[in-house]
């Protein structure tokens, strides 16, 4: 969910991901797939973009109850010079314009998420039953959350 906002992929419905389970029936992985609708002018993460739900609250801060320690840093140390040389060859300047904005305000709604919620970065040993039940029970939609609705409807 994090990826695609930064992306602006805004097609990514419950039928564009698949998850990999184990043999016994436990999450392993997650493949996403059909990303024709990449990289837009879209700026506002706060609002709908398409079926990809808001991933900011108006204060700011994600509505992600948690993210990935890892994942969070790997984020903070991108910068506008990392996208522009990854991207140039294969997108034009007004979307690689958007997707610095986008990457601006993740790294902004990061650093203003840790403040309100000290608890919100985890390393990957933290991610339990209690942080599934976290997200499940956010004001907000979530990538799991529409999962875990569709799963009900079977």
């Known amino acids: 969910m994090i990826l695609d906002a930064i992306c602006a992929q805004r097609d990514r419905s419950v039928y564009n991901y698949f998850t990999v389970l184990s043999e016994e029936g436990d999450i392993v992985g997650l493949n996403a797939y059909d990303n024709d609708l990449a990289f837009d002018n879209y700026t506002n993460l706060k609002s709908r973009n398409y079926v990809l739900p808001p991933i900011l609250y108006p204060d700011d801060t994600f509505v992600l109850p948690h993210m990935d320690m890892s994942l969070a840093n790997k984020i903070l140390s991108l910068n506008a010079q990392d996208i522009t040389m990854n991207?140039?060859?294969?997108?034009?300047?007004?979307?690689?314009?958007?997707?610095?904005?986008r990457l601006n305000q993740m790294q902004h709604a990061i650093e203003q998420t840790k403040r309100k919620n000290p608890n919100f970065l985890l390393p990957p040993s933290e991610w339990n039953e209690q942080t599934i039940q976290r997200e499940l029970s956010i004001n907000g939609d979530t990538y799991f959350k529409c999962y875990v609705n569709r799963l009900k409807l079977l």
Do not use: G, V, Y
């Open 87 to 101: 991207l140039k060859d294969l997108l034009d300047e007004s979307q690689i314009n958007a997707t610095i904005s």
